[in-house]
């Protein structure tokens, strides 16, 4: 599928079901699971290398892992998902021709077809647009932009009315610019709903509610395998006490042998 497929899904009012993974295990969980679109998301820095933000994550990092990812899954081409992956920290914030440089790199060494990147700040509209221009689908991200973490905290955004009208606007941008799809993260459900009805892009949520046309979560997150799970994803298992607890009564019954 083409990223810019994902607008059908939309128009036919058919939700999208997206989920992170960083290596084969998580990748070939998803694709097993039918989800549409996998997001190598550089959440995989703390999901998986034990690291406190996503801003120690490099290109190379992203490339190695989305790489892991596709050799997860065992579907014929046509029916594998979709893998967007995300632009690390510092690969688009310094300029238009590095990022073209390392987006390139991104779909030029791996089987991801589109890059994700934060924010819609005026210099990350000339990325995007670049981006766009030369050949690289962009999917956008606002709301809670964990990049950005250190100015505004791994908080809720769009709480108050400037923010709102602040994310609305650049909404409204990041479809003009051409972005194929927008991930909304940790806003009111109201406003992620009034940003789906004035796109025609597909919006898809994650701590925005239910309007959206697509949800997309961290599958640590869902799996429970984590310590620091965020408020707005409650897990369908408790993986991490489960495997503690059928790992430990493994070794303890091992010892006894
Ligand atoms: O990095 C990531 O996993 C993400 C999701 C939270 C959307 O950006």
Redesign the pocket.
């Given at each position: 599928m083409l990223p810019s497929e994902l607008v059908k899904y939309k128009e036919n009012s058919q939700k999208i079901i997206a989920l992170?993974a960083w290596d084969c295990i998580s990748g070939s969980l998803a694709e097993q699971a039918d989800a549409d679109l996998i997001?190598v998301?550089?959440?995989?820095a703390m999901v998986c290398l034990g690291y406190k933000s996503?801003l120690p994550i490099t290109l190379d990092n992203i490339i190695y892992h989305t790489n892991a990812v596709s050799r997860g899954f065992s579907k014929k081409i046509s029916d594998q998902p979709l893998i967007v992956c995300?632009m690390p920290f510092l690969t688009y914030q310094c300029g238009e021709d590095k990022a073209v440089e390392y987006a390139g790199k991104i779909i030029q060494n791996t089987y991801a077809k589109a890059v994700?990147v934060?924010g819609a700040e005026p210099e990350i509209q000339n990325v995007i647009s670049r981006l766009i221009r030369m050949g690289i689908p962009v999917m956008g991200?606002l709301g809670l932009t964990?990049q950005s973490y250190l100015n505004f905290g791994f908080k809720k955004q769009g709480i108050n009315l400037e923010s709102q009208e602040k994310i609305k606007r650049e909404a409204n941008i990041l479809e003009k610019l051409g972005c194929f799809a927008i991930?909304l993260?940790h806003i009111p459900e109201l406003l992620a709903k009034e940003i789906q009805s004035n796109l025609k892009i597909p919006t898809i949520g994650?701590g925005a509610g239910k309007y959206c046309d697509g949800q997309?979560r961290?599958t640590a997150d869902l799996l429970g395998l984590n310590d620091n799970q965020p408020p707005f994803c409650r897990p369908i298992v408790e993986g991490k006490k489960l495997l503690k607890e059928k790992l430990k009564s493994w070794v303890a019954s091992e010892r006894l042998n």
């Amino acid at each position: 599928m083409l990223p810019s497929e994902l607008v059908k899904y939309k128009e036919n009012s058919q939700k999208i079901i997206a989920l992170t993974a960083w290596d084969c295990i998580s990748g070939s969980l998803a694709e097993q699971a039918d989800a549409d679109l996998i997001l190598v998301g550089d959440s995989l820095a703390m999901v998986c290398l034990g690291y406190k933000s996503t801003l120690p994550i490099t290109l190379d990092n992203i490339i190695y892992h989305t790489n892991a990812v596709s050799r997860g899954f065992s579907k014929k081409i046509s029916d594998q998902p979709l893998i967007v992956c995300d632009m690390p920290f510092l690969t688009y914030q310094c300029g238009e021709d590095k990022a073209v440089e390392y987006a390139g790199k991104i779909i030029q060494n791996t089987y991801a077809k589109a890059v994700k990147v934060e924010g819609a700040e005026p210099e990350i509209q000339n990325v995007i647009s670049r981006l766009i221009r030369m050949g690289i689908p962009v999917m956008g991200h606002l709301g809670l932009t964990p990049q950005s973490y250190l100015n505004f905290g791994f908080k809720k955004q769009g709480i108050n009315l400037e923010s709102q009208e602040k994310i609305k606007r650049e909404a409204n941008i990041l479809e003009k610019l051409g972005c194929f799809a927008i991930v909304l993260e940790h806003i009111p459900e109201l406003l992620a709903k009034e940003i789906q009805s004035n796109l025609k892009i597909p919006t898809i949520g994650i701590g925005a509610g239910k309007y959206c046309d697509g949800q997309v979560r961290v599958t640590a997150d869902l799996l429970g395998l984590n310590d620091n799970q965020p408020p707005f994803c409650r897990p369908i298992v408790e993986g991490k006490k489960l495997l503690k607890e059928k790992l430990k009564s493994w070794v303890a019954s091992e010892r006894l042998n």
